[in-house]
């Protein structure tokens, strides 16, 4: 159930693009994500979860910013380990349910954009798995009418394998903090985690720039895509059980 594929390329036959089924590791009726937004709320980082309700971009980058921040106090770190199967004629990647990710805070570039377009979709936003040779990270929309175009100024992308770079306190250790001590913490982090979280939108900004004509181009390959999941879900992809262990 790990191992998704996401190209088959039989001998004398037409090739098939197979990466639509990363979306269905994409959980946005996970559980745990309510305890991630709850958190979120709880720390002040953002007034709700609103979505496009507001019709203010800003807001939009707030509350995906909240996200980044809790997801990293809760130690979510890159690991590059995929032991990606191997195959004559399929290409696949290992991807983690959401459950594996927080449960050992690891995450591939994959695992870490399923986990933020689980949350994003939960909180509709519009958000898209983005691939790249040999690398995945994530996209979403600063406005309700946007269509993840790579090349418009409403889309953004965010690299999710930044999210290990700081190293910030779990809310509950924060808490404990004695009161002067607890706000100059927060402030420190809030401002680390800002700084890469910007890093990481600027990051994923250069591959836009670099090739946003090629995400839009079929002629020119499948190298670069965007694998919305407001689509995915219309296509009727839905999310994988997570398996009972």
Known sequence: MNECPFFVNFEDQPSDDLSWMFAAYVNENHPWIDGILKEALEAELVDSFDGYQSGDPDKVVQQVYAIWQILQRHGIKYSDITATPKSKFANAQIVRFLDESVKFS????????????????????????????????????????????????????????????????????????????????????????????????????????????????????????????????????????????
């Open 106 to 245: 690891q995450a591939n570039c994959v695992d870490g954009s399923v986990i933020f377009a689980s949350i994003l979709t939960k909180i509709s936003i519009k958000c898209g798995l983005v691939l790249v040779p040999g690398h995945c990270f994530i996209a979403f929309d600063l406005s309700a009418d946007g269509t993840l175009d790579p090349t418009s100024e409403t889309c953004l992308g965010l690299e999710t394998t930044m999210l290990g770079s700081d190293k910030l306190k779990p809310l509950s250790e924060l808490k404990l903090l004695p009161a002067t001590e607890k706000i100059e913490t927060q402030k420190n982090e809030n401002d680390a985690s800002a700084k890469t979280f910007l890093n990481a939108i600027a990051h994923a900004g250069e591959v836009f720039k670099e090739h946003g004509g090629e995400f839009l181009d079929d002629e020119l390959g499948l190298d670069y895509q965007i694998i919305a999941i407001d689509d995915a879900r219309e296509l009727g992809i839905m999310p994988l059980a997570t398996p009972e262990k």
